[in-house]
């Protein structure tokens, strides 16, 4: 059971904890993103006496953290980009040693590290146009204007600042009344018998008019960083490291929001520093673009609760003891996938898919002789947008009767499952889908597989165009079927796939004028192709002949491949 103790120090003993090595913070933070504004916006409030807000801060020890528990080591210096927006850099991961450092900050780290650089670290601004990789950068240092005279504040803005302070790489030539905060912390200012000498040697260039407001600062801006306690925290005794990260995440909602994703790969970073860059060799080549989600919620279904979606200690050990066996299921999934003439890049923003058969490919090695349960799920999964809600309480229904059929994959399996059986009420909601549709694009690109080139782009088409249904009906239909025809001219039984120039030249061509066009070898391609019943007629009058008959074969078609 941990225990709470509220507690408070300067800003200067917060610091020299800092530079000691006794405040560190857990490797589940995120990266410092404070650009200079928030900074400046920071001192302002301590001027301007406002509460800096409590901290939280935990205590390590040997009973709650082990050798292999990692930390960061604060920021000493931080290049801000031409926005003045801080380059993101990863901390430095380090094991502590428990006899010199017995704080990791949970919550507080963006106001100490700005205060840390401010003061006791450096600060870079990277020119415009300078790549990050050049190493050009110029050293900016914090600034506070003492001549209240040159000082325009608008009191009418919202959140303005109050006092000129501001970082600025034009030290001294701006003004010679500027003085560098961190200046403050020279020994002539910390010794009271130096401190009032000091003080007017500081303000020597300031107009007399403004010596009083200049003396009230500096004095200010001692008493807030040496005297008055302002750093509060709330010290955490007794928490492992799990509970701690759970408050972690609780605490962590001020400021510029944490992803889930980037909570959760903080987590994994913390028990395995190197798996961000583990990760970066996977999603390149046909994984690129799949992210980082993907294998963590891979791993979860291999090596935990994919319902919890939490990534603890055991998870991060098994999936870096075991990277090797993680990859080859990977690369493994790409074969077979492939086999059935399919790209798994095709999945890189709807992998959830795919995580049963990585399930399956792990734990089962005779997979590759079960192609056919393994399209059956797949194209049922997405004909039936089997994902649509629900994401994790499906996969793991998926991984438990995958388990329950011994580590397969059956059909058998699939048909007792009520949203992955094929009925006919299902069946006849995939003819429905319409053009543009996810449905309808999936499906008329597994249908087709068998001859589309993965060189070119394919379009959803009408075979009947869609303008025709505009005009005027023809003689022999009836007001009543063309009204009906149009309703579901958009539909699947009157569309097919068709490569892009070919479809930008057929455009609104009648279809028996744009099939009367071809050879005698292109017409039975294109019959083929379009999965056009034989021997009927094209003509718009008998619309309705083509469309049921290319519903049924359609039908038949998907069944096949559904399993």
């Keep these: 059971m941990s225990r709470l103790i509220d507690n408070s120090i300067t800003i200067y003993e917060a610091l020299q904890n800092i530079k000691d090595g006794r405040y560190v913070m857990p490797a589940f933070q995120r990266q410092f993103v404070w650009g200079t504004e928030q900074i400046e916006k920071l001192w302002d409030s301590i001027l301007l006496d406002y509460p800096i807000a409590t901290f939280l801060f935990w205590h390590v020890d040997d009973s709650n953290v082990s050798w292999d528990t990692y930390f960061c080591s604060f920021l000493s210096e931080v290049t801000f980009d031409s926005r003045k927006q801080a380059d993101t850099v990863n901390y430095e991961l380090t094991s502590i040693n428990v006899k010199n450092t017995n704080i990791a900050v949970l919550d507080g780290q963006q106001r100490l590290t700005s205060m840390y650089l401010s003061l006791l670290g450096q600060a870079y601004i990277r020119p415009k146009n ?81 010596k009083d407001y200049a003396r009230s600062i500096l004095t200010k801006l001692y008493n807030k960083i040496f005297v008055e306690k302002l750093v509060r925290y709330t010290g955490i005794k007794e928490m492992k490291q799990d509970d701690a990260l759970e408050m972690f995440v609780r605490f962590n909602s001020g400021g510029k929001a944490l992803r889930k994703s980037e909570i959760t790969m903080s987590i994994l970073e913390a028990y395995w520093p190197s798996a961000k860059t583990e990760f970066g060799k996977i999603l390149v080549d046909s994984y690129a673009g799949f992210g980082t989600d993907f294998i963590i919620r891979s791993a979860l279904m291999l090596y935990g609760d994919v319902v919890k979606s939490n990534i603890n200690k055991k998870i991060a050990e098994d999936l870096k003891n075991d990277w090797n066996g993680f990859k080859q299921a990977l690369s493994n999934l790409e074969s077979l996938l492939k086999e059935m003439k399919i790209d798994v890049s095709r999945f890189s923003s709807s992998w959830n898919v795919l995580l049963p058969i990585i399930y399956y490919i792990y734990y089962s090695s005779d997979y590759v002789n079960n192609i056919k349960g393994i399209q059956a799920y797949l194209l049922r999964a997405i004909f039936f947008t089997y994902f649509q809600s629900g994401t994790t309480s499906k996969l793991q229904q998926m991984k438990s009767n995958i388990i329950s059929f011994d580590y397969d994959i059956t059909i058998e399996m699939l048909d007792q499952m009520n949203d992955l059986s094929v009925t006919d009420g299902k ?84 279809l028996v004028d744009y099939y009367n066009d071809m050879n005698d070898e292109q017409k039975a391609k294109f019959i083929k192709q379009a999965i056009i019943p034989q021997d009927l007629s094209l003509e718009i009058e008998d619309f309705e002949k083509l469309y049921e008959a290319r519903k049924s074969l359609l039908a038949k078609r998907i069944r096949e491949l559904l399993g």
């Design 130 to 210: 300078s790549r990050k990789k050049s190493g050009d950068k110029i050293v900016t240092k914090l600034l506070i204007e003492l001549n209240k005279n040159k000082i325009t504040v608008d009191e009418e803005e919202y959140n303005s600042k109050k006092y000129d302070i501001k970082f600025s790489e034009k030290i001294g030539r701006l003004s010679p009344t500027q003085f560098e905060i961190k200046n403050i912390l020279d020994d002539k200012f910390q010794n009271e018998a130096t401190r009032e000498t000091a003080i007017e040697e500081a303000i020597v260039n300031v107009p007399g008019d403004s």
């Design 427 to 510: 069946i006849e909601d995939v003819l429905n889908s319409e053009k543009g549709s996810r449905v309808a694009g999936e499906v008329l690109y597994y249908l087709n597989l068998s001859w589309t080139n993965k060189s070119f782009k394919y379009e959803q088409d009408h075979l009947h165009p869609d303008n025709r249904f505009s005009e005027s009906k023809p003689v022999s239909v009836s007001m009543e079927e063309w009204k009906k025809w149009r309703g579901v001219r958009n539909r699947l039984p009157n569309l097919h796939l068709l490569e892009g120039r070919s479809n930008g030249s057929k455009n609104a061509m009648r």
